[in-house]
């Protein structure tokens, strides 16, 4: 099963900043947090990873607690584009495990309006 | 960017025919996986593959399923015997190796509609 709490929805105006919060209260000290995201029945999309500092790239931002037990994404500008089901997962990486299989919940279905 | 390509993007089969889905990793990627997708439900894990053999698959991988990767280059899942609970999408995954903190490249999927 899953190791992540997600909200099971949530709604976003065009253009402002999506946060999606993510509480993985679980996880041990290793493990990464990867958020992925599904566009209607397309097949999941990478978005970030990352294990205690906060990250950013070309699609998101990557905020984790200090304590790890929570994150957040953040989408800085949305578009309707990014209407979507968002996945959190916490993973050990594969240079200590090999690669390993993904555990997706039910994530939480962004919808951003116009 | 390179992609996962897999075809065909919708099959519609009869219960008790066999199915081939076709998928195309990317070319430098060592580790490949399967997913599927019940319409409504959770993103499930089937099986993945190096090294030209299963390192792990899932209880609903039975022995009506196998996969391969004939070429080099297609890797392919085969169920030999369709029931109609097989209907769902379809998800080939691929990823460059370990060594690192690497995201999948999952393909577009395969709907697969079982009658």
């Known amino acids: 099963d899953a190791k992540t709490t997600q909200p099971p929805s949530m709604d976003c105006a065009e253009g402002r900043a999506a946060n999606l919060p993510c509480n993985h209260s679980t996880i041990s000290g290793n493990e990464y947090v990867y958020w992925y995201r599904q566009i209607h029945s397309q097949g999941p999309q990478y978005i970030i990873h990352g294990l205690k500092n906060n990250e950013t790239n070309e699609m998101a931002s990557l905020i984790i607690t200090e304590d790890r037990k929570s994150s957040t994404l953040i989408l800085p500008h949305a578009t309707l584009r990014d209407t979507a089901v968002y996945y959190c997962?916490?993973?050990?990486?594969?240079?200590?495990?090999?690669?390993?299989?993904?555990?997706f919940g039910q994530g939480t279905r962004l919808t951003i309006n116009p | 960017e390179p992609e996962v390509t897999q075809t065909p993007s919708h099959q519609v089969t009869q219960m008790g025919q066999e199915v081939i889905l076709r998928c195309v990793p990317i070319?430098?990627?060592?580790?490949f996986y399967w997913y599927r997708q019940i319409l409504g439900q959770k993103v499930e894990f089937l099986v993945s593959f190096y090294n030209n053999e299963i390192s792990e698959k899932s209880e609903i991988f039975d022995d009506q399923f196998s996969v391969e990767r004939p070429d080099g280059s297609n890797f392919t899942l085969k169920i030999r015997s369709t029931k109609l609970e097989d209907s769902a999408m379809y998800f080939c995954a691929s990823m460059p190796r370990t060594g690192g903190t690497y995201g999948y490249t999952f393909g577009s999927g395969t709907r697969l509609t079982v009658v």
């Open positions: 070319s430098n990627h060592l580790y």
């Open positions: 997962i916490v993973r050990v990486p594969d240079y200590l495990q090999g690669a390993q299989k993904l555990v």
